[in-house]
């Protein structure tokens, strides 16, 4: 990729988004889209939402940017609470991080890699060379600088990790105060027990009962039976006992110890889990068996893989993308169209990172599909194995896959002499740099 592709891209990104901002700044006004933009103050103030036309509303106006952040963090967390706090930490958090990298990439590397001479480029026309050029591609075989880079990747890294402590501690201590000033919650009292056995002499609710009496007498409050009900069983009047119950205890010391032993000898049994919030359950597992709980669980892993593997298709294209020779190669006949300047610059500086923005815009949803067969009880467990999933993908699709992408993949025989894999990594990761350039402006600005 060349510069002025790289510099067409931020142009096209920095138009979406001055026109993203003005949308929202209109349609933010807009009497009804009040419940969409600020449902909690309609609800708090009950005000309704028509109201008489004026021409203000149509205008675009800048000041809800800084009315997004004048709320200090008491107010946030008394109003939206601790999540919308978090939230914004990851803001700041990311402008930190970046406003180093920034200033130790311009100040530093930039010049180092740009000063190097292993390309042997012609630096009179700037606009037209490669993004290779401001890489470390571009630093001599040898030489002493290849240090600062090293020096540069620990501070960067230190500097990060010392981030992450402050912002993990203090967000620690936030969710701590907020634990304990919160008024206790029912379900915080009340574990799921599953894989209850059953008895020919006595009913799910008395083996309960009894066990919980026999073993947690001091600390066991109640229990309830989870009952399954269809519409011919309503008809009857006849319900069906799942081998799972919801056991309460008179503390929250009482659950968490019955929570985390082993409540018999055979580990299918008697299963604990903490309960959800009644308005956080996922009932079409409760009724499965640790066998089905296993096996979806194993599926789901499979699945995962496969489409982890299918996505490298779009991740090949992309790649192909970035370079045009590969593409006159591979279709000759857009030859005439791929010599076109703008062209060949939106083609290899903006195309490829939408596409692949594109293609994963269609992972989430498939990752909370598969979470939701995956055997969870609760919808925020269903989120938060969906969002591990992602991350996980991510990782993956937009560094190693990409890197590999571009070299490994087309050096299929280094596969069959390991030792060499550290040093067509080490040839090939940097000439990916001008991808990732493109893909940080596009996921970083337009989303």
Known sequence: MILSALLTSVGINLGLCLLFFTLYSILRKQPG?????????V??????????????RLLPSPGWVRQAWEPSEDEL?????????????????????????????????LPINFLGNQLSYDFSDLPNKSLDSFSISNVDDGSNRLWIHFCAAYVFTGVVCYFLYQEYSYIS?????????????????????????????SSFSEVVESF????????????????????????????????????????????AIALHIQQGVNPTEWVTEQAPAPQDVHWPFFSSSFMKRWICKLAVVVACIALTILFLIPVVIVQGLTHLDQLETWFPFLKGVLNLTFISQVITGYLPSLILQLFLSFVPPIMIMFSSIQGHISLSNIEKSACS???????????????????????VQVFLEPKKIPQVLAEGVPAQA??????VVTSGWTN
């Open 212 to 255: 919980f009496k026999d073993y947690h007498p001091s600390t066991y409050l109640s229990h309830t039976v989870i009952r399954r009900t269809s519409k011919i069983q309503e008809l009857t009047i006849l319900r069906c006992y799942l081998a799972a119950a919801f056991v309460s205890f008179n503390s929250r010391y009482g659950a």
């Open 33 to 41: 889209n009040r419940i969409v933009y600020a449902p909690r103050l």
């Open 77 to 109: 967390l008394s109003t939206v609470g601790l999540d919308a706090v978090v939230f914004m930490h990851i803001f700041t958090f990311s402008l930190k991080v970046f406003t180093v990298a920034g200033i130790i990439g311009i100040t530093i590397l």
């Open 43 to 56: 609800e708090k103030e009950k005000k309704s939402q028509q109201a008489d036309f004026s021409l203000e």
């Open 173 to 201: 201590s936030k969710r701590v105060s907020y634990f304990y000033s919160s008024k206790p919650q029912p379900h915080q009292f009340t574990l799921l027990v599953r894989g209850i056995p059953g008895s020919s002499r």
């Open 389 to 411: 999933k992602v991350w996980w993908f991510t990782v993956w699709n937009n560094f190693f896959a990409n890197a590999l992408s571009g070299t490994a993949l087309y050096h």
């Open 434 to 439: 001008s991808f990732f350039i493109a893909y």
